[in-house]
């Protein structure tokens, strides 16, 4: 009696316990349909994460709207002037003067790397710079005129690593500067400066690195030149003084980056292709013909005069 007592309760208890668990209750199920996979949230970089490197560009590659190109060979690669105006800013260098187009860098370099040495690109329309200048750049206080003009310019400068050296022939310019303390400046402390001379400006080639780079940007730079091209009609050798702008800036200028206070005239006309004017561009080739007109103007007011003095004795004789 008291095991079948037993018994009872505890079958009791567990369909007490039971029920529960398979009730159903009173919502609706819904349609037998697997739910959803769930998506892990897209993961983002860290800020300080790095990128891959630009894809830099081979080949011929026009340069604005002045006509110049560059002619850029397998061994190196040509990339977009903000990745020459980022390289600048990781550099702590200044921009060079007029347009910066972009950035040349040797084939397999990584341009944001802080070791890589690389050359800006630019162009600056300052008219003709006259080649017979260049004899400023012997005089004996020269560096010091460089160093004077740096600090206007909020620039630093320690020496010449390379003195600036101009050939006529072609022509164009080359220096370079020591810019930083050894190691300073996030590592680019040396500037290799090319100038070639247009017609109407200044192509610029500004390479920057560290002064143990500078070996290698001297070999570079030959090729570097090569690439750029001036258009027909716009070259060095292409300039006329009877409708050219004569630059202010004298080749020592350059360097520099200081113009003349005056304007200056052409030294040697035969050097020119023109007639040997001022620097007052086109009008220059008018002044013979103004001055002419002055002369005729003057002649007839003269005789004008001396007419009305005539009819005026005649009219007093009467």
């Known amino acids: 009696m008291r095991k079948n007592l037993t018994r009872a309760i505890l079958a009791a208890l ?29 993961v983002t970089p860290p800020a300080n994460a790095t990128t891959a490197p630009p894809e830099g560009r081979t080949g011929i590659i026009p340069l604005g709207n002045d006509g110049l190109s560059l002619n850029v060979p397998a061994g190196y690669r040509f990339y977009s002037a903000e990745e020459a105006q980022a390289f600048l800013q990781r550099a702590r260098q ?7 187009y972009g950035l040349i860098a040797r084939r397999g370099d990584d341009i944001r790397a802080a070791g890589t040495w690389a050359t800006v690109v630019s162009y600056d329309a300052i008219g003709y710079v006259q080649p017979e200048t260049a004899s400023g750049l012997s005089d004996t206080t020269f560096e010091d005129q460089v160093r004077e003009a740096r600090t206007n310019q909020n620039r630093r400068f320690e020496s010449f690593a390379a003195d600036p050296s101009f050939t006529a022939d072609t022509p164009y310019l080359v220096w370079a500067e ?4 050894p190691g300073g400046a996030g ?3 040396l500037r290799y400066e090319q100038k070639i001379l247009g017609r109407d400006g200044v192509a610029c080639m500004s390479s920057i690195g560290s002064a143990d780079q500078m070996p290698q940007m001297a070999a570079a730079a030959a090729e570097l030149r090569g690439m750029l091209t001036f258009p027909e009609g716009k070259r060095h050798s292409d300039f006329d003084a009877a409708v050219d702008q ?3 800036y004298s080749v020592p200028g350059l360097v520099t980056g200081v113009p003349a206070a005056e304007p200056q005239a052409v030294a040697d006309a035969n050097t020119t292709g023109g007639t040997g004017q001022t620097a007052f561009g086109g009008l220059a080739g008018y002044f013979p013909w103004i001055a002419l007109g002055v002369i005729v103007l003057a002649g007839a ?3 004008l005069m001396r007419r009305r003095g005539d009819d005026d ?3 007093e004789a009467a």
Do not use: H, M
């Not at 369909?15 to 949230?41: H, M, Q, S």
């Not at 020591?178 to 303390?181: C, G, I, K, M, Q």
């Open 246 to 248: 004569v630059s202010a």
């Open 94 to 100: 200044s921009a060079p003067s007029g347009v910066t």
């Open 178 to 181: 020591n810019v930083a303390a």
């Open 14 to 42: 567990a369909l007490f316990i039971a029920a529960p668990v398979y009730a159903d209750g009173p919502g609706d199920g819904g349609p037998n349909v697997a739910a959803p996979p769930v998506r892990a949230a897209p």
């Open 301 to 303: 007011g003269y005789l």
């Open 313 to 315: 004795e005649e009219e």
């Open 187 to 189: 590592g680019k402390d």
